[in-house]
């Protein structure tokens, strides 16, 4: 069965800092993974998606994320912190079964954006 | 033009009670599903729904029993609320497919509180 772990369930960064936000995966099929964001109080929104297309993605908001195979890895960065990039990150995994219709969802980090 | 949308926003209601949450999503998609995310942010995956079938029935207890009249709906039924059950309830659609991403679009939940 697929899992989702994502190091460090918060992390702090000053405005203008680089954001890096961790991600590993176990899964016996080809990938297919997400990341998205949860602003306080509101519901999920996706940032970007891996689909084998290319192993660098690009999503919204100037994040982005690369694909490891060999480190079962989709980390999350973004060059410059912005205090609206605060909110919970949750990396996903399309499930293996049922056509992909089971995700399953990491533990999810809190990034916290210092003036 | 809300993609998924669902009522209520918040409940609070009595130990012991029965209530409903409704959702309703206008992206065409053929799956939709009903996630509970805990006090400390961690999303499980409850039910979801194909076609009006159920595919998906994680470990739920039976007082919980999605109901779908069509496939832009899905509502969640919850008998003899706990305690327990005090969390966010999220709802969320997909286009499911051997080929298909899967990218599941949410609803922004519904805060239910179980005095």
């Known amino acids: 069965a697929q899992s989702v772990t994502q190091l460090g369930s918060h992390v702090s960064v000053s405005e203008g800092a680089l954001v890096l936000l961790r991600c590993n995966y176990s899964?016996?099929?080809?990938?297919?993974l997400f990341w998205y964001v949860q602003y306080p109080n509101q519901g999920l929104q996706l940032l970007l998606k891996y689909t084998s297309a290319a192993t660098l993605v690009k999503g919204i908001n100037g994040f982005e994320a690369e694909f490891k195979k060999s480190e079962t890895s989709f980390h999350l960065t973004k060059p410059s912190a912005h205090m609206s990039d605060a909110a919970e990150y949750f990396c996903?995994?399309?499930?293996?079964?049922?056509?992909?219709?089971?995700?399953?969802f990491g533990p999810g980090t809190r990034l916290s954006v210092l003036p | 033009d809300t993609a998924v949308s669902q009522t209520p926003k918040y409940l609070v209601t009595q130990m012991g009670n029965d209530k409903s949450i409704k959702c309703e999503q206008n992206?065409?998609?053929?799956?939709m599903y009903w996630y509970k995310q805990d006090s400390k942010k961690f999303l499980k995956i409850m039910f979801s729904?194909?076609?009006?079938?159920?595919?998906i029935n994680e470990t739920v207890p039976n007082r919980f029993s999605p109901k779908s009249p069509d496939k832009a709906h899905l509502n969640l039924h919850i008998n003899s609320l706990e305690l327990g059950d005090s969390a966010v309830y999220f709802c969320?659609?997909?286009?499911?497919?051997?080929?298909?991403?899967?990218?599941?679009?949410f609803g922004p939940g519904t805060r239910l509180t179980v005095l």
């Open positions: 899964s016996s099929v080809p990938p297919y």
């Open positions: 992206l065409g998609h053929d799956t």
């Open positions: 969320a659609s997909g286009e499911v497919g051997f080929d298909s991403y899967n990218e599941q679009f």
């Open positions: 996903a995994v399309r499930g293996e079964d049922n056509y992909g219709q089971n995700f399953v």
């Open positions: 729904y194909n076609n009006k079938e159920l595919i």
